[in-house]
């Protein structure tokens, strides 16, 4: 599976952005996605998930409100809209996808996700 990861740019503060996470390759061993984001000199960090039917969702609390993680099966894309956007919200940021059945705490983690996107830059000016 290749997980390509776009939609990333330079934003002012209270903007939106949407970034897109498009697989390919044996998209059917793919069950949970997610975001990750990962600021300079800090920890890569959980951001959503969504369960492989969509009907489950999780958040960073810091994003609530705020984000929205959705996907569209048949394109085997998953998305990531990004509204209210705060200078806090500067990173890159990481698509991931693996096999895990949804695990509402395990999802939140790095270790299930067995497939990386590359990542793609928001920077979030003030």
């Known amino acids: 599976v290749q997980l390509q990861a776009s939609g990333g740019g330079l934003v002012q503060a209270g903007g939106s952005l949407r970034l897109s996470c498009a697989a390919s390759?044996?998209?059917?061993?793919?069950?949970?996605m997610a975001w990750f984001r990962q600021a300079p000199g800090k920890e890569r960090e959980f951001v959503a998930a969504?369960?492989?039917?969509?009907?489950?969702?999780t958040y960073l609390d810091s994003v609530k409100g705020r984000f929205t993680v959705s996907r569209d099966n048949a394109k085997s894309t998953a998305y990531l809209q990004m509204n209210s956007l705060k200078p806090e919200d500067t990173a890159v940021y990481y698509c991931?996808?693996?096999?895990?059945?949804?695990?509402?705490?395990?999802?939140?983690?790095?270790?299930?996700?067995?497939?990386w996107g590359q990542g793609t830059q928001v920077t979030v000016s003030s």
């Open positions: 969504i369960s492989r039917s969509g009907d489950s969702t």
């Open positions: 991931a996808a693996g096999g895990l059945t949804w695990h509402r705490v395990l999802v939140t983690t790095r270790g299930p996700y067995m497939y």
């Open positions: 390759g044996r998209t059917f061993d793919i069950a949970t």
